[in-house]
């Protein structure tokens, strides 16, 4: 072809810069500190640690909420929970196959990261759990800019990892397994090896979901293609292959879980839960093992993070005993700390420079401004983002945000806002409407345990002003919480 130059992947005309390949991989309720490069201890994440030692890894990086399918929906499209079309987890059907009705779908009028990319010619693909929409409804993976997907349409179906089937491309995969209802207890006085092990199946859906990736990679080579990648680990159940469970029994001291909290019984759930994350980890390094064996490693960004913190205390998680928030205050569910920071680590080799960090403070909502700019698209329309391309760089002038926004309106109805150091919470804002502000300095106090809001009035006075700039009325009465 005249004129034109081959660079990693792609045929581009001369000149013209090469599209890296995208591949943003998301955890499902990692807490902040369940790594072993953000400090944990009991966990063995190799993979990832490795990832950060080859990469940046971000300290004060946010999910856009503290549950699932709103801090989804704010990946994809880049506005803030008080913009976004989804801003809780607004469920339409159940646990069987029969009921399997998804959560609200995204409507057609959003625009995503994966329509982003498709309009500058990239391939691209949902792996996972997906949450936003069956594909029956306007939240079809493929009419939000996926051209191919494979998981979980339903998140209530992900709360099994050995599912009678997943959806590829708006086909039911059956899998090797009947249908479970992984929320039946067992009862302590008369439970069997044969109760615990009905838990299991054949057919691993995070095995199933690293195939298929595998797959996507291999045949897309020849052109840039952006991969995300939402695993459903380590969300409960606890359901992980035995052998790597064994790789911590003995550790831990523990008793089995029957159930009584919901999710999955398993006779050694201390190690499960280590298991799961370690499983989780061992997916990274096949991705990444992958990217370099097909010689695309210096053209591939690869970015690691988690939708939420770590699980309350149900499905037999403790996260206290894991110290999984890293000692900040708050969890899944909760606009505290512990709630929405999660892990932030990319690895671009030749890029971005390995071993270092970044105390940025940036949130999900970024990725749509970061990857138009990576990939030379103007700025998106009505993003509420800011490109943190120059921080991954090391190059250029990072603009940093005023504030960061949140809102979420189950668990009572909370609302937050980190300006600089500063952090203000509202919480019970459903029985409470005009619930007061608690005020935290972040810098002097990560784990949120001294209100100051009684010592800076006009400071909160700035705190309602964007309360009531940042927030627009939803179409769902029950995501109203704020009396304006």
């Known amino acids: 072809m005249a004129n034109a130059q081959h660079a990693g992947n792609e045929i581009r005309p001369a000149g013209q810069p090469a599209l890296p390949n995208i591949i943003y991989i998301y955890a499902d309720d990692l807490g902040y500190g369940e790594l072993g490069c953000y400090g944990q201890k009991k966990i063995k994440t190799p993979n990832l640690d490795r990832m950060a030692a080859e ?74 759990k997906w949450g936003l929409g069956m594909h029956v409804t306007e939240g079809n993976p493929c009419n939000q800019g996926f051209d191919y997907y494979y998981g979980y349409l339903d998140q209530k179906q992900s709360h099994n990892f050995y599912p009678t089937h997943l959806w ?51 045949l897309n080579q020849q052109k840039p293609f952006f ?13 992980v292959p035995d052998e790597w469970v064994e790789k911590y029994r003995g550790q831990f001291e523990e008793a089995p879980y029957y159930g009584q909290r919901g999710y999955a019984s398993h006779q050694y759930p201390r190690s499960a839960y280590a298991a799961m994350i370690s499983y989780l980890d061992a997916q990274v390094g096949i991705i990444m093992d992958k990217i370099k064996a097909m010689g695309m490693d210096e053209n591939t960004l690869i970015m690691f993070s988690s939708d939420n913190g770590t699980t309350f205390n149900s499905g037999g998680v403790e996260a206290a005993f894991f110290n999984s928030v890293a000692g900040l205050r708050g969890l899944k569910m909760d606009l505290y700390e512990g709630g929405i ?108 345990t001294t209100d100051l809001a009684p010592q800076n009035r006009n400071l909160l006075r700035k705190f309602s002003r964007i309360m009531k700039r940042e927030h627009i009325h939803s179409d769902v009465m029950e995501w109203e919480i704020i009396d304006q």
């Open 341 to 448: 920071r999660v892990p932030f680590i990319a690895r671009w080799p030749g890029r971005i420079a390995p071993g270092t960090t970044s105390d940025l403070v940036s949130a999900q909502y970024d990725l749509m401004a970061t990857l138009a700019e990576l990939t030379g698209q103007g700025m998106p329309a009505k993003s509420d983002g800011i490109s943190f391309l120059p921080e991954l760089l090391g190059k250029g002038e990072q603009k940093k945000h005023r504030y960061l926004y949140f809102e979420y309106p189950e668990k009572n109805g909370q609302l937050a806002i980190r300006m600089g150091n500063w952090k203000a919470v509202k919480t019970n804002l459903k029985n409470v409407p005009k619930a007061r502000w608690q005020l935290y300095d972040l810098s002097t106090d990560p784990a949120e």
């Open 227 to 239: 991969l995300y990648l939402p695993y459903t680990l380590p969300h409960v159940s606890l359901q």
């Open 168 to 218: 590829e491309s708006d086909q039911w995969d059956t899998l090797r397994q009947p249908f479970n209802y992984v929320h039946r207890p067992l009862d302590p006085k008369t439970a069997t090896q044969k109760d615990f092990d009905s838990f299991k199946g054949r057919d691993y859906a995070p095995q199933k979901m690293t195939e298929k990736a595998l797959e996507f990679i291999s």
């Open 55 to 128: 990469g940046k890894r971000f300290t004060q990086h946010y999910a856009g909420a503290p549950v699932c399918a709103p801090s989804r929906a704010i990946l994809m499209t880049g506005k803030h929970a008080g913009h976004s079309f989804i801003r809780g987890n607004y469920e339409l059907g159940g646990f069987e196959d029969s009921s399997e009705r998804g959560q609200m779908p995204l409507p057609d009028k959003a625009f995503t990261v994966a329509q982003l990319l498709r309009q500058r010619g990239y391939r691209t693909a949902l792996v996972g």
